[in-house]
């Protein structure tokens, strides 16, 4: 494990250290809240656990958030389902997103990216009169508060207006990217039941037009609360019938009325990968995103209003909305809408260096794949502006913290993060004081209780446990949609541990403080007791430059016995001999243990990902223990199904 190794891969200087706003806001907390002066963040962090109520006021106050109508206390109930945060204020998200626009008005809010990536600006002053606009005609249009408001959008300036109008009115918004086909977008919106629907024509992707009108009127005819359709003619067509045009309803010269709503308000409904079944509508609040998202923007990714925020994402997934919140720093955030690997792999660099992007966030397996494909940033882009290299989505391998130090910049601060869906945030990740050790994450963050536990609900340190939170965080649902006794909301994260937030993910928390994740704890591999994270194969396995991908689940037989496959989808001209095989199990036996050495490698035609990038383990080790594919996976939710044929070919010939 990755604590043998004391020397750090990087280390901030002093100077980074003192003018870093985590350093800053320590020394106010401590003078203005009792926060402690010294021993760096692990003492701001244990206050932040310790005193909860007070470092969430504290944050509050740093971040100056206008409440309208004070709270009576901090956290009133304080238990896990229900906690309640800040009782009796009001205030509204939108207002905290747009309040550059009084200072900045003509500096950019928004860079919009496409694949011609040729960045092209959207002020302060427009983003707020566009917004104005829009608001005004969604209450023209009978939109009220908790009214649920839809995109059917991709990564485009249209989508941010449309949230931040939607929350301005008080309303709930969702999205979906348009690479999701009708049935997923359905399974999601018809949960919801929107009264708008804003939608584009198609959209361009890997340097071609798709054309989606057949969906949207599909959409259309199969959500019957729909009031008004608009139309975005990103490919350039009219308008269908009865749908109102985008530059109708932002024309005007509008100053924005933002609606003043309790701090539980719903904000938005973000949606589980629904790989096992409709997918979760998971409900987070204007106060809670607020002030979870100043504090993980502003503190953790120290970003500011001279910061440039590219993360690459689409609309169905969390981190857009994450992204968004950038505007709460007062940062200018860049939308990239396109393949992450267009025209060739180096894609997103070339995004990063033509908008003088600050803090870069991307996927794991992005880095991994500009790794295999040789990719050399530092060398062919001007990076000179990145301070920090963020990503998510799965475990950054031990080999992609190497390759970010040797091919960017040793100089680099790498910040890998873990969080979900779920919290709309980060566990772990982001410290701009703290050094950085491969293979890890730097810290738990602020106001997080992370813990690692073992099966009997005891702390452990230095060894694998599941990951929980012990103390509620204002980002938590609220609630899930169409849950109305909760149970589904409690079924899903409080049912192993009453009380206690338990996430569905191995870590362990080193003795010196970072994390280490290994992956999903409900497809874990569990040899003779010993048990290991996914992660930990894939980044064994992956080095080895013929394999594009793999797969691994372990499968309990029903005599007792347990099976372990490794799937592997070979780059194209490579073979599966008994050459490749040696080195595979040669790479698992040296890396990880000759206990975790796969009873067969298979080669396969691809490995299904959910439409957000994640492998899928579970509903494979379901088809592999013969449920049938209709009850094993939601066919919506998966970027390829027929990928899947395989593996329910398999399951058949070995039974």
């Not at 309640?84 to 009084?102: K, S, V």
């Not at 009220?144 to 301005?168: E, H, K």
């Not at 490579?574 to 050459?579: E, F, H, R, Y």
């Not at 383990?617 to 013969?626: A, I, M, S, T, Y």
């Amino acid at each position: 494990m990755s604590t043998a190794n004391p020397l750090p891969l990087w280390q901030p200087d002093p100077q980074r250290i003192a003018q870093a706003r985590i350093t800053k806001f320590q020394a106010w907390a401590a003078e203005h809240h009792g926060a402690p002066a010294e021993g760096g963040y692990a003492a701001l962090h244990r206050w932040s656990v310790d005193e909860l109520d007070t470092f969430w006021k504290a944050v509050t106050e740093w971040f100056d958030v206008r409440f309208t109508t004070p709270y009576a206390r901090v956290l009133g109930d304080r238990s896990m389902p229900g906690a309640q945060w800040f009782p009796g204020a009001t205030l509204n998200y939108a207002e905290h997103a747009l309040r550059a626009a009084a200072t900045r008005a003509e500096e950019p809010a928004l860079l919009y990216v496409d694949e011609t990536h040729e960045p092209r600006p959207v002020t302060w002053s427009e983003l707020r009169r566009q917004v104005g606009s829009l608001a005004a005609e969604l209450r023209a249009l009978g939109v009220r508060p908790g009214d649920r408001v839809s995109g059917y959008l991709p990564n485009i300036p249209q989508a941010v207006v449309a949230l931040l109008a939607t929350a301005a009115v008080g309303a709930v918004w969702t999205s979906c990217a348009p690479d999701f086909g009708a049935r997923s977008v359905l399974d999601r919106f018809q949960q919801v039941e929107p009264v708008v629907l804003f939608t584009v024509d198609g959209y361009r992707y890997g340097g071609k037009e798709h054309d989606r009108r057949d969906v949207v009127s599909e959409l259309r005819r199969e959500l019957p609360t729909l009031r008004a359709v608009v139309h975005i003619p990103l490919l350039g067509t009219a308008a269908p019938e009865g749908a109102l045009e985008w530059s109708d309803l932002t024309s005007a010269d509008q100053e924005p009325v933002f609606e003043q709503v309790p701090f539980d308000h719903p904000l938005w409904v973000l949606y589980s990968s629904g790989t096992t079944g409709l997918p979760k509508a998971i409900v987070q609040s204007q106060g809670g995103i607020l002030v979870e998202h100043l504090k993980q923007l502003g503190l953790h990714c120290d970003l500011g209003p001279e910061d440039r925020f590219f993360w690459y994402t689409s609309t169905g997934w969390m981190m857009w909305n994450f992204l968004v919140s950038g505007l709460l720093t007062g940062s200018t955030i860049v939308l990239y809408d396109g393949s992450p690997g267009h025209p060739d792999t180096g894609a997103q660099w070339r995004v990063a260096e033509r908008t003088r992007a600050t803090l870069f966030g991307t996927s794991a397996a992005y880095v991994m794949a500009c790794r295999k494909a040789q990719v050399h940033p530092s060398r062919d882009y001007d990076l000179s502006t990145v301070q920090c290299v963020a990503t998510t989505g799965s475990p950054l391998p031990p080999d992609g913290f190497r390759w970010l130090h040797d091919e960017v910049r040793d100089d680099l601060w790498i910040a890998s993060v873990s969080g979900g869906t779920d919290v709309c945030s980060c566990f772990a990740g982001a410290v701009p004081t703290l050094p950085v050790h491969i293979g890890e994450l730097q810290a738990p963050c602020l106001g997080t209780d992370l813990q690692s536990w073992d099966p009997s609900g005891a702390p452990v340190v230095d060894e694998v446990g599941e990951l929980v939170v012990t103390d509620p965080m204002p980002s938590m649902p609220i609630h899930f949609w169409n849950d109305p006794d909760g149970s589904r909301y409690h079924d899903s994260y409080f049912a192993m541990y009453p009380g206690v937030w338990r996430h569905g993910d191995w870590i362990t928390l080193t003795s010196r403080g970072s994390v280490i994740i290994h992956g999903r704890s409900d497809s874990t591999l569990n040899r003779q007791g010993v048990r290991m994270g996914s992660a930990d194969i894939y980044e064994a396995v992956e080095r080895l430059p013929e394999i594009k991908e793999s797969l691994v689940v372990g499968i309990e037989q029903p005599d007792g016995g347990y099976w372990m496959p490794l799937f592997v989808h070979l780059v194209p001209g490579a073979v599966l001999d008994d050459a490749l095989l040696n080195r595979i199990k040669q790479s698992i036996r040296e890396q990880l243990s000759p206990r975790h050495i796969p009873d067969e490698v298979i080669e396969v035609p691809g490995v299904p990902h959910t439409l957000t990038g994640k492998r899928i383990e579970v509903p494979v080790k379901r088809l592999l223990q013969g449920t049938p594919l209709e009850k094993a996976v939601n066919p919506g939710s998966i970027d390829d199904i027929e990928l899947l044929r395989f593996y329910e070919d398999l399951a058949r010939k070995r039974a």
